[in-house]
């Protein structure tokens, strides 16, 4: 694997290690938030560890969590709709504030996940470069930085 698909690939785990829900969130719209971000985190892990060759490929394993994170990409919008929000949250409010923007980053990553291919190995990797773009943009404008 050539060094910046590593670099992206190491980006990825740890953007997607910071989506799981946290401990005390009291608001359900924000937790149902946070569960979705779960979904997409542990599906990205995945991928990831096939793309990383941590794993033995696996397609089905590989569609199947294709499957699950663009199922919850598709779910973005309607779940950051409500503008609601809790103390424990990472949602930016500029969410609400450039809804446009919002919905056409999260359209980028359901496009994304569209587009990878889980036949094989080669195209997880090429796939997974996509993925990371699309979930980068979105948390360096929308999510508070840690």
């Known amino acids: 694997m050539k060094f910046a698909t590593k670099a992206l690939?190491?980006?990825l785990i740890l953007a997607g290690g910071v989506a799981v829900a946290k401990e005390?969130?009291?608001d359900p719209?924000?937790?149902a938030r946070m569960d979705l971000m779960g979904v997409q985190s542990h599906s990205v892990k995945i991928l990831m560890e096939f793309a990383q060759e941590k794993?033995?490929?696996?397609a089905a394993a590989a569609e199947a969590a294709r499957a699950d994170l663009l199922a919850s990409a598709k779910d973005i919008a309607a779940k950051f709709e409500p503008q609601a929000t809790d103390p424990v949250t990472d949602a930016l409010p500029e969410i609400w504030t450039q809804w446009d923007d919002f919905v056409a980053?999260?359209?980028d990553l359901v496009k994304a996940a569209e587009a990878v291919d889980t036949t094989t190995l080669a195209g997880v990797q090429a796939g997974m470069m996509a993925?990371?773009?699309?979930?980068?943009?979105?948390?360096?404008?929308?999510?508070?930085?840690?």
């Open 55 to 58: 794993n033995a490929f696996d």
């Open 131 to 146: 993925v990371g773009g699309a979930c980068k943009e979105c948390h360096s404008t929308y999510r508070v930085k840690r």
């Open 105 to 107: 980053k999260s359209n």
């Open 9 to 11: 690939v190491a980006g």
């Open 24 to 26: 005390g969130v009291q």
């Open 29 to 31: 719209t924000v937790k």
